[in-house]
Nanobody, 115 residues
Framework: QVRLVESGGGLVQPGGSLRLSCSVSQSISAFSYMGWYRRTPGKERELVATIRGSRSPEYADSVKGRFIISKDNAKRIVYLQMNSLRPEDTASYYC?????????WGQGTQVTVSS
């Protein structure tokens, strides 16, 4: 059973930074796609950033230039470095991994940007 566990969320002031981590129970190389999504109450889930193999990461327009997705294959962790945070970045952030026949999700971590 594949498990994804997010961590690193919390309360931060506007302009601040947070780094989210997604720990994966098996080798990251087993997945064709890994990404971060976010959801706020009353809104649809939004794709934030994705990383596929050796390709360049892709980002939502709303986070380009501020967020960076990366992975550490040895540690089996996918990161989301979030800089210059804004109140509109407040959401629950979820990590996902896509395998050959299934997609997996973590339980989410809450990020709140507020002064």
């Amino acid at each position: 059973q594949v498990r994804l566990v997010e961590s690193g969320g919390g309360l931060v002031q506007p302009g601040g930074s947070l780094r989210l981590s997604c720990s994966v129970s098996q080798s990251i190389s087993a997945f064709s796609y890994m990404g971060w999504y976010r959801r706020t109450p009353g809104k649809e889930r939004e794709l934030v950033a994705t990383i596929r193999g050796s390709r360049s990461p892709e980002y939502a327009d709303s986070v380009k230039g501020r967020f960076i997705i990366s992975k550490d294959n040895a540690k089996r962790i996918v990161y989301l470095q979030m800089n210059s945070l804004r109140p509109e970045d407040t959401a629950s952030y979820y990590c996902t991994a896509r395998g050959l026949s299934a997609s997996y999700w973590g339980q989410g971590t809450q990020v709140t940007v507020s002064s």
